[in-house]
């Protein structure tokens, strides 16, 4: 579902969740959650494999300035050209971070009276840490 509430999570608190729903019970008896996890094992720990490091981490910063803010990190799937739901960087630390699957993607910082810094990154299936894009906003209103 789109826009909804892990894309709210995820946007923004940074945090990734999912739902997964095996069975019409909202409770299932406990005499078939045996049934359940023989049916589901395999894809519930090839999900768990699933490479979270995939994506891209950061700062964003103002030149010669030390404030913490908040940022808008907008990625664009060059391939389909989707724009993916944005998230926000920490105000307490003005880190962000994205996940992302293999591909090329547009990725572009706003912030209240800065000019929008964008940049371009290739993801790859391999990756065994997030690519690094930090953003330095040089003509920013005080």
Same mark, same amino acid.
């Given at each position: 579902?789109?826009?909804?509430?892990?894309?709210?999570? $995820?946007? $923004?608190?940074?945090?990734?969740?999912?739902?997964?729903?095996? !069975?019409?019970? %909202?409770?299932?008896?406990? !005499? &078939?959650?045996?049934?359940?996890?023989?049916?589901?094992?395999? @894809?519930? *720990? @090839?999900?768990?494999? #699933?490479?979270?490091?995939?994506?891209?981490?950061?700062?964003?910063? %103002? /030149?010669?300035?030390?404030?913490?803010?908040?940022?808008?990190? !907008? #990625?664009?799937? #060059?391939?389909?050209?989707? %724009?993916?739901?944005?998230? =926000? !960087? +920490?105000?307490? &630390?003005?880190?962000? /971070?994205?996940? *992302?699957?293999?591909?090329?993607?547009?990725?572009?910082?706003?912030? +209240?009276?800065?000019?929008? =810094?964008?940049? &371009?990154? /290739?993801? &790859?299936? +391999?990756?065994?840490?997030?690519?690094?894009?930090?953003?330095?906003?040089?003509?920013?209103?005080?």
């Amino acid at each position: 579902m789109y826009h909804g509430m892990q894309d709210w999570n $995820y946007a $923004y608190h940074g945090v990734f969740g999912i739902t997964l729903e095996l !069975s019409e019970r %909202k409770w299932p008896y406990a !005499s &078939t959650l045996d049934r359940y996890w023989a049916d589901n094992r395999d @894809a519930l *720990l @090839a999900y768990i494999r #699933v490479p979270l490091h995939n994506g891209i981490r950061g700062h964003v910063s %103002k /030149h010669g300035r030390n404030d913490t803010f908040v940022a808008r990190i !907008s #990625v664009t799937d #060059v391939a389909t050209d989707t %724009k993916l739901v944005d998230v =926000r !960087s +920490d105000p307490a &630390t003005n880190a962000y /971070h994205r996940l *992302l699957p293999p591909g090329q993607f547009v990725v572009t910082a706003s912030a +209240d009276g800065c000019a929008p =810094r964008q940049t &371009t990154v /290739h993801i &790859t299936a +391999d990756q065994s840490e997030p690519t690094a894009v930090l953003f330095e906003f040089s003509e920013c209103v005080l």
